[in-house]
Nanobody, 115 residues
Framework: QVQLVESGGGLVQAGGSLRLSCVAS????????MGWYRQAPGKQRELVAA???????SYVGSVKGRFTISRDNAKNTVYLQMNSLKPEDTAVYYC?????????WGQGTQVTVSS
């Protein structure tokens, strides 16, 4: 069973920054593509950033140039640095395997961006 614990969310003004962290159980971060997903009220969960096991990254268009995904294999941790935040970034953010998420999801971390 995969366990994922997200943290680092909060309330921030538009233009501000936050850094999210996701600690995973076991040695899964280094051998899997990992991703950050978000779900806004009334919307479907979407993948916003992914990092392959080889280190290449990809982003959804709406966050490209503002968000950066990274990972620390030794700490089994995935990060999402979010800069120039916009009100439309408000959502619950989750980490999971990139592109093919596991059935187990963490509790997520709430990000709220005020205008």
């Amino acid at each position: 069973q995969v366990q994922l614990v997200e943290s680092g969310g909060g309330l921030v003004q538009a233009g501000g920054s936050l850094r999210l962290s996701c600690v995973a159980s076991g040695n899964i971060v280094s051998i899997n593509a990992m991703g950050w997903y978000r779900q806004a009220p009334g919307k479907q969960r979407e993948l916003v950033a992914a990092i392959a096991s080889g280190g290449s990254t990809s982003y959804v268009g709406s966050v490209k140039g503002r968000f950066t995904i990274s990972r620390d294999n030794a700490k089994n941790t995935v990060y999402l640095q979010m800069n120039s935040l916009k009100p439309e970034d408000t959502a619950v953010y989750y980490c999971n395997r990139g592109y093919e998420p596991w059935n187990d999801w963490g509790q997520g971390t709430q990000v709220t961006v005020s205008s």
